[in-house]
């Protein structure tokens, strides 16, 4: 199976007061096309870092990120600012929608930055909208929205380009239990389209609906399972 | 509690050093605009008084032509206060400056001046005794014809031998009007002086300044002098003089209060904008405060500190900036508005600027700051006062359905509200550049020498030379391609001194400048100046009842009745001329002749030869004086000035502008961080960015530029007369928007550097 997405010997070292902290340390990881992957571990044990480093969004101390083969760690702003909009969809817990932008616009702000034909844009963001049971919430503000419908804009946006890559950063926690359980099973439903996930949370109970999990802690991966049926063969292997 | 505020207030002091020194800088800029606005605005208003009481003024000045007159008798009359005492004086000497000769007066006032109407000295120092080569030389006339202390003059004496001079200072006095308006120029020197001039005494004049018990009384009291002393003597009043000082220097001292009060207003604003705009960034912080227990009074007491610590380091750096531009401003507006050169360090007034600083710091803290303290804290944390949009962007809209770049489309963003007054200040540099375009253009227009009431290229004076003879040798000249004859005579209507000035020859050939109506074509019709017009309050199509003031003295006075016919332009005499056909003065005066020729030049004439020549055919007995389209040192400066008061404000407005967009930044740290992530790059992050400030930019010069219209338009209307004076061309409205767009978008730059270096992951954690 294709390697979506690769890191080697990952660290993230930050300057502080006396000794330097080190958030992640040397870290192995590959991620195979259409997986659905979460990763999961207490507060503060580097998993957020992991995934910023893997979107493009930080840059990583030492170590290699590959994407598709070819390494991403060293390129320009630019030239990551092009990959982030066309490969990586990116779902904050936060949601991060621009606020004075109308659902529709939020939705296509990706893939107008890539060119794409405008009609096609709009035939892929009604067609998302659809999925998402947003169709009537086209020209509404985000702050007209719920949370969960929020999200979902984002999730949107995340996935207008179809990217080779969907990241989510803690996409439940901000969410109350009906609306979490929505998206996840949004989550599963592109996963099922082929769509490849990283998921970061720390409830692991969501952790059950990804295919793989790693658990993290004090920058370092310490368990590395699938989960359901495979999960007792996967861990002896570990 | 006192504790916990100083050590908060040291550590957001100390501990963003960017932001504060940012708004340190904008208040600096502020208080120094606010000082030389002020100080300006001193200055400009009711100078008149201020000069008269300075020199302690002479309500009435008596004239006799020759010095046999005892004025002095005068002094025994009740109504007397004060005088001068008889000062003799010798009317139009020559001052020879690069072969042209200044006509001047000199006053020979002792080593010790009259305390009544005693020159004040700008520059240098009063007559010394016993220097009968020095001479003390009126302020506007020095600085008209670049004259310094220290220059040695040359003056020519009736029998046309030389005399050398050496200006020992220039001073400021109310003895008459401003030079050019007022001609001729004025000097004092030391009455030994005087004797090299003009030794028969009996040419002398005799000149003496009263100051009155009751100056509402000055006519009955001139009726009284006249039947003490039984004979004639000319006079004027201060009123002709304060009439004449004002039309002079009335431009000035609107144009300079009009700029200081431009001025004051952006002042206000880059104050209410710097610190309300970064108080509301602040709103998450005053949040946690109160989480942490503080209440709303003590929140706004904590701020309410802190800014006031702000405003008084960037107070006093602000006074000092002013106070030390404010002097030069000064120094050339005293000689603009003919006021005494006193010009002193004010405490007073800069104590009240600081605490106009202050308070209104206070004012633009507690406001800001108290909204955001009253509202719940989970509101605050939420996002404070941040912008609530209740419907998407129009103008983003707008800019998606033209297919335009995503970039523009996400910084084509409506400005909050407290963005508007940086929007003013802005709109207030552009007006302030429009009105000083107009002037500059008007000014331009105004001095030129038609529009000034002189349509030639130079004119003769003729001396001891018959009017035929002139005209003979004028016609032989061919590079003389037109010529108009002229003379003079003093005139009165009413209370008002007119110069009346009868023209013939090709006059309709010479480009004088009609504002309404029609040159004379008929005996008894008139063109008036528009400053005679408004003086008498007379209109075209009015009649002018003219006396011409008798010569000699004594003689029957001559009246002549005018329609008037049309009115123009012109700049001397404050206004108060009046030309009229030779024919017409012939109706009153059958012997009457031209004495003055306007000439008319082919292109290319060299006048300086032509002068030579003109001068060696008459043998030396025509005065011949070149008009000149140069722009008198008087409204350079003026110009200067406001040009000068102009740049300070756009560089206020910028910096507003600049202020604004880092504080922007701070605000939309999170959102450039969301821009990021999604994919913009760092160029399209700064290009929204620039678009952002674009825009703010755009509507405010548009709103300048109609207002600026607008308000030039009025002044112009009530300052020149309707119609008069030049707004810039659509040339000039491009270049002023071109040029503050660029600039703005220059002001762009480093915060759109900031926004594209930003890292999405620090940004998104941002709050």
């Known amino acids: 199976m294709e390697i979506a997405i690769e890191a080697n010997l990952l660290t993230k070292t930050y300057p502080a007061a ?16 259409g997986e659905f992957l979460a990763i999961t571990g207490p507060s503060g044990c580097g998993k957020s870092t992991l995934l910023h480093l893997l979107a493009g969004l930080d840059r990583p101390t030492s170590g290699q990120v590959l994407l598709k083969g070819r390494r991403i760690d060293h390129l320009s702003e630019t030239e990551l600012a092009k990959l982030r909009r066309k490969e990586i969809g990116f779902v904050f817990q936060f949601f991060n929608l621009i606020s004075n932008l109308s659902v529709a616009a939020n939705i296509e702000l990706p893939a107008l930055l890539s060119h794409t034909n405008r009609l096609e844009v709009k035939r892929s963001r009604e067609k998302l909208l659809r999925e998402l049971g947003l169709a009537d919430k086209t020209n509404s503000l985000p702050s007209q929205l719920s949370g969960g419908q929020q999200q979902r804009v984002a ?84 | 509690m006192f504790s916990l505020y100083v050590s908060k207030i040291r550590v957001d002091l100390l501990g963003r050093p960017f932001q ?37 003024g002479a309500h009435l000045w008596l004239f006799t032509p020759g010095s046999n007159l005892d004025l002095a008798t005068l002094n025994t009359l009740p109504e007397v206060k004060e005088t001068t005492g008889a000062v003799p004086y010798l009317k139009e000497q020559f001052l020879v400056k690069n072969n042209i000769r200044y006509g001047v007066s000199l006053f020979g006032f002792g080593a010790i001046p009259p305390t009544v109407n005693r020159p004040l000295i700008a520059e240098g120092h009063w007559l010394e005794p016993n220097s009968p080569n020095q001479i003390v030389l009126d302020l506007s006339f020095a600085r008209n014809l670049h004259l310094q202390v220290g220059d040695q003059l040359e003056f020519e004496a009736r029998d046309k031998s030389h005399l050398k001079l050496e200006v020992a200072g220039l001073a400021v006095n109310t003895i008459q009007g401003i030079y050019p308006d007022t001609t001729p120029g004025l000097a004092y020197v030391l009455p030994s002086t005087l004797d090299k001039f003009e030794p028969d005494k009996s040419l002398w004049g ?68 710097a610190i309300s705009s970064s108080l509301l960034a602040r709103s998450r912080e005053i949040g946690l405060l109160k989480t942490s227990g503080f209440t709303p009074g003590q929140v706004l007491r904590l701020f309410l500190l802190e800014y006031l610590i702000l405003g008084l380091v960037g107070s006093l750096i602000g006074l000092t900036l002013g106070s030390l531009v404010s002097p030069f401003f ?29 308070a209104a710091i206070c004012l633009f803290t507690m406001l800001p700051s108290w909204r955001v303290a009253r509202l719940s804290v989970v509101e605050v944390l939420n996002g404070g006062v941040g912008r609530v949009y209740r419907r998407p962007s129009r103008l983003a809209g707008l800019a998606l359905r033209l297919k335009m770049p995503i970039a523009i489309v996400t910084g084509v963003k409506e400005y909050p509200p407290r963005a508007m007054l940086t929007a003013l ?39 001891k030379v018959s009017d035929s003879q002139t005209q003979l040798i004028i016609k032989t000249y061919p590079e003389i391609e037109n010529y108009f004859t002229f003379t003079e005579r003093p005139a009165i209507s009413g209370k008002t001194e007119i110069v009346a000035r009868a023209v013939g020859g090709d006059y309709q050939k010479f480009p004088f400048s009609l504002v309404e109506g029609s040159i004379f074509s008929a005996p008894g019709e008139a063109v008036v100046g528009l400053g005679l017009l408004d003086a008498l309050g007379l209109k075209v199509g009015d009649n002018l009842k003219l006396d011409l003031i008798p010569f000699p003295p004594g003689s029957p006075v001559k009246t002549i009745n005018l329609h008037i016919s049309g009115s123009y332009v012109v700049t001397n005499h404050a206004g108060k001329v009046v030309i009229f056909g030779l024919d017409t003065l012939k109706l009153i005066e059958p012997k009457a002749e031209a004495i003055s020729y306007g000439l008319k030049l082919a292109t290319g004439t060299d006048k300086e030869r032509l002068r030579q020549r003109l001068l060696a055919d008459s043998s030396g007995n025509f005065d011949i004086s070149l008009s000149s389209n140069e722009l008198p040192e008087q409204v350079k400066q003026v110009r200067f000035l406001v040009t000068l008061l102009s740049g300070i404000l756009i560089i206020s407005g910028l910096a507003g502008l600049v202020n604004s967009g880092l504080i922007r930044i701070r605000e939309q740290y999170r959102e450039l961080g969301i821009l990021k992530a999604v994919g913009f790059t760092p160029l399209q992050l700064l290009l929204s960015i620039g678009c952002n400030t674009l825009l703010l930019t755009l509507a405010s010069v548009l709103v300048g530029l109609i207002l600026g219209l607008v308000v030039s338009r009025t002044l112009f209307d009530i300052l020149l007369g309707h119609g008069l004076g030049l707004l810039p061309g659509l040339d000039w409205l491009l270049a002023i928007t071109g040029g503050t767009l660029l600039l703005s978008l220059m002001t762009a730059i480093l915060p759109g550097i900031i926004a594209a270096r930003l890292k999405p992951v620090e940004a998104l954690r941002f709050d």
């Open chain 1, 18 to 33: 006396g000794k330097p902290f080190s958030a992640l340390q040397e870290i192995n990881l590959k991620v195979f096309g």
């Open chain 1, 155 to 238: 999730l949107a946006r995340a996935l207008v380009n179809q990217p080779t890559l969907l990241l989510a950063d803690e996409p439940t926690g901000n969410l109350d239990s009906t609306n979490a359980r929505e998206v996840l099973e949004l989550l599963k439903y592109y996963h099922i389209q082929g769509q490849t996930i990283v998921l970061v949370t720390h409830d692991e109970k969501i952790t059950q609906h990804a295919e793989r999990v790693i658990v993290m802690r004090d920058g370092a991966i310490i368990e590395n399972f699938y989960s359901g049926k495979q999960f007792d063969s996967y861990r002896k292997e570990v």
């Open chain 2, 20 to 56: 504060n020194s940012l708004i340190l800088g904008v208040l600096a800029i502020a208080t120094a605009t606010l000082t030389l606005a002020i100080n300006l605005q001193v200055l400009s208003n009711d100078s008149w008084e201020k000069s008269f009481v300075a020199t302690n």
């Open chain 2, 206 to 273: 005799n000149a003496m300044g009263i100051r009155l018990v009751n100056p509402n009384l000055a006519r009955a009291f001139l009726e009284q002098s006249q039947q003490l002393l039984k004979s004639g003597f000319g006079w004027y009043d201060i009123q002709s003089v304060k009439d004449s000082i004002e039309a002079s220097i009335r431009i000035n001292a609107i144009f300079l209060g009009l700029a200081g009060g431009f001025a004051l207003l952006v002042s206000g604003f880059l104050v209410a904008g």
């Open chain 2, 330 to 358: 000064q120094s050339q507006a005293i000689s603009l508005l003919n006021l005494t050169p006193e010009v002193t360090f004010n405490l007073l007034l800069l104590s009240g600027i600081f605490l106009a600083m202050e």
């Open chain 2, 425 to 463: 200040s802005l709109v207030l540099a552009v007006v302030t550049t429009i009105f000083v375009v107009s002037t500059q253009s008007s000014l331009s227009w105004l001095t030129e020498a038609a529009f000034r009431g002189l349509p030639y290229d130079m004119a003769i004076f003729r001396a």
